[in-house]
């Protein structure tokens, strides 16, 4: 009998020769059974930024989150690595909106600034940037529409400049979240011919046309002026449809896969994290964070307890690293934990 078969053995035996409170019975006890670590290392902390001097307001339906002009910047980043945190992903509001994004790949467009700005401020910290264009255009959709299509080729295009601006003005790491097909090899061929081949494509690879988006829309001004993007996003009903887009990004040169959003999906966290070898990020969107935070000011739960339930539940689903709004909140929880 292997000594599996004799655990499980031993496990049939069951009550009272089996009890499970006795490993739960101390506080050490349970730190040393525990088998899911959730750790700043894990997080990754996005950023809104915007034009304009002296701006740090608070983005009404996401309490805690603001919108920094560049200014702010350095005390926010310092503020970020003093807590350890390894890395922060972009969201820029630009100046003028229009039908293809002009600011996306401009050189002093709003990101591109704000990448050369932390990196001044901060070299150490790991920048990534949002290649995508609903922040930038007048439409709101996430590619070049013609006659109310959002068109894919065309748009591949623009993602390939997108990235090429980010990585010139020093981002570490892009992360094309368009939900076009062939985004990401048109990214990677886009950076390999600028000289960029060094640079990771973190890919939001099963990205789901989410109503978890919501806050994010407000803050980033980018809801679709017509329709919606259900003709790129995917339905939230499938599953296997995931696996082939995850496995598609990995062929187009995909460095790191992410799941998105997060809660409602853990099934497929733990899907994607069973069958690909690859690092797999997991984005705890808008509206998970609103959620918890609106309730918890509520007083109907409590919000560092449900907090760092949610972000265990994520990392025990399977995700190795988590875009969420709560990281800087996370770290300072964790670090009170472990004195
Ligand atoms: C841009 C983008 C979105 C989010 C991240 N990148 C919004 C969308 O697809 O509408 C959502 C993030 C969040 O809700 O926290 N394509």
Same mark, same amino acid.
């Given at each position: 009998?292997?000594?599996?078969?004799?655990?499980?053995?031993a496990?049939?035996?069951g009550?009272p020769?089996?009890?499970?409170?006795?490993?739960?019975?101390?506080?050490?006890?349970?730190?040393?059974?525990?088998?899911t670590?959730?750790?700043?290392?894990?997080?990754?902390y996005?950023?809104?930024?915007?034009?304009? !001097?002296?701006?740090? !307001?608070?983005?009404?339906?996401?309490?805690?989150?603001?919108?920094?002009?560049?200014?702010?910047?350095p005390?926010?980043?310092?503020?970020?690595?003093?807590?350890?945190?390894?890395?922060?992903i972009?969201?820029?509001?630009?100046a003028?909106?229009?039908?293809?994004?002009?600011e996306?790949?401009?050189?002093?467009?709003?990101?591109?600034?704000a990448?050369?700005?932390?990196?001044?401020?901060?070299?150490?910290?790991?920048?990534?940037?949002?290649?995508?264009?609903?922040?930038y255009?007048d439409?709101?959709?996430?590619?070049v529409?013609?006659?109310?299509?959002?068109?894919?080729?065309?748009?591949?295009?623009?993602y390939?400049?997108?990235a090429?601006?980010?990585?010139?003005?020093?981002?570490?790491?892009?992360?094309?979240?368009?939900?076009?097909?062939?985004?990401?090899?048109?990214v990677?061929?886009?950076?390999?011919?600028a000289?960029?081949?060094?640079?990771?494509?973190?890919?939001?690879?099963?990205?789901?046309?989410?109503?978890?988006?919501?806050?994010?829309?407000?803050?980033?001004?980018s809801?679709p002026?017509?329709?919606?993007?259900?003709?790129?996003?995917?339905?939230?009903?499938?599953?296997?449809?995931?696996?082939?887009?995850?496995?598609l990004?990995?062929?187009?040169?995909?460095?790191?896969v992410?799941?998105?959003?997060?809660?409602?999906?853990l099934?497929?966290?733990?899907?994607?994290?069973?069958?690909f070898?690859?690092?797999?990020?997991?984005y705890?969107?808008?509206?998970?964070?609103?959620?918890?935070?609106?309730?918890?000011?509520?007083?109907?739960?409590?919000e560092?307890?449900?907090?760092?339930?949610?972000?265990?539940?994520?990392?025990?689903?399977?995700?190795d690293?988590?875009?969420t709004?709560?990281?800087?909140?996370?770290?300072?929880?964790?670090?009170?934990?472990?004195?």
């Amino acid at each position: 009998m292997t000594e599996i078969e004799e655990t499980s053995k031993a496990a049939e035996t069951g009550f009272p020769t089996v009890r499970m409170r006795r490993l739960r019975r101390t506080p050490a006890l349970r730190r040393m059974v525990r088998e899911t670590k959730l750790s700043v290392d894990d997080f990754i902390y996005p950023l809104f930024v915007v034009h304009g !001097q002296d701006i740090r !307001q608070e983005i009404s339906s996401m309490p805690g989150v603001y919108h920094l002009s560049l200014d702010q910047l350095p005390r926010e980043v310092n503020e970020i690595s003093a807590l350890d945190i390894p890395a922060v992903i972009l969201f820029g509001i630009p100046a003028h909106k229009d039908p293809i994004g002009l600011e996306n790949f401009a050189e002093h467009g709003i990101i591109q600034e704000a990448v050369r700005t932390i990196k001044r401020a901060n070299p150490d910290l790991t920048v990534i940037t949002d290649v995508c264009m609903c922040e930038y255009t007048d439409h709101g959709h996430c590619g070049v529409v013609r006659d109310h299509q959002v068109l894919n080729d065309e748009t591949l295009t623009i993602y390939g400049r997108v990235a090429v601006s980010h990585a010139e003005a020093g981002a570490d790491m892009v992360a094309p979240s368009g939900m076009m097909d062939g985004q990401v090899g048109a990214v990677r061929h886009a950076l390999d011919g600028a000289g960029f081949a060094q640079l990771p494509i973190l890919a939001y690879a099963a990205k789901y046309a989410s109503n978890f988006y919501g806050p994010f829309r407000d803050a980033a001004q980018s809801p679709p002026q017509f329709g919606d993007r259900r003709s790129y996003q995917m339905d939230p009903a499938n599953a296997r449809m995931a696996l082939r887009e995850i496995a598609l990004d990995i062929q187009e040169g995909a460095d790191i896969v992410m799941v998105k959003p997060a809660l409602p999906y853990l099934d497929i966290i733990r899907q994607v994290r069973d069958r690909f070898p690859l690092p797999l990020a997991a984005y705890n969107v808008s509206g998970e964070y609103a959620m918890i935070k609106a309730a918890a000011r509520n007083g109907w739960l409590n919000e560092q307890g449900t907090a760092l339930e949610m972000l265990t539940g994520i990392k025990r689903a399977g995700a190795d690293l988590i875009l969420t709004y709560f990281a800087k909140d996370a770290a300072r929880w964790l670090s009170e934990q472990h004195g």
